[in-house]
């Protein structure tokens, strides 16, 4: 079992930026793609942007590329998604998810085997 926390979330004006954490516990010696997934109101989740915990190798979506980063810090079991230039159509409750770690990370969410309680980013316009 691996047990997920987010937090990070915040409201912010168009422009501005936020940096989400998502907080593993459990096995975590096990070897993962962490995921990071929105869901706005009246809309399916969908993918924003994934990590392989072993290799590093990272995929975004085309809508937050060049704006918004995935990093991790093994040594901390934490990933963190840098997001600037945020814009209305941001706003969302954002999801960290882990799961199995393959050459390409995985972006649907059936993929992902454990999920986080969501934090809530809302960008005013």
């Known amino acids: 079992q691996v047990q997920l926390v987010e937090s990070g979330g915040g409201l912010v004006q168009t422009g501005g930026s936020l940096r989400l954490s998502c907080a593993a516990s459990?096995?975590?010696?096990?070897?993962?793609?962490m995921g990071w997934f929105r869901q706005a109101p009246g809309k399916e989740r969908e993918f924003v942007a994934g990590?392989?915990?072993?290799?590093?190798?990272?995929y975004y979506a085309g809508s937050v590329k060049c704006r918004f980063t995935i990093s991790r810090v093994v040594a901390k079991n934490t990933v963190y998604l840098q997001m600037n230039s945020l814009q209305p159509e941001d706003t969302a409750v954002y999801y960290c998810?882990?799961?199995?770690?393959?050459?390409?990370?995985?972006?649907?969410?059936?993929?992902?085997?454990?999920w986080g309680q969501g934090t809530q980013v809302t960008v005013s316009s």
């Open positions: 990590i392989s915990w072993s290799r590093g190798n990272i």
């Open positions: 459990g096995r975590t010696g096990s070897s993962y793609a």
């Open positions: 998810a882990a799961g199995p770690d393959r050459y390409t990370i995985p972006t649907m969410t059936y993929e992902y085997d454990y």
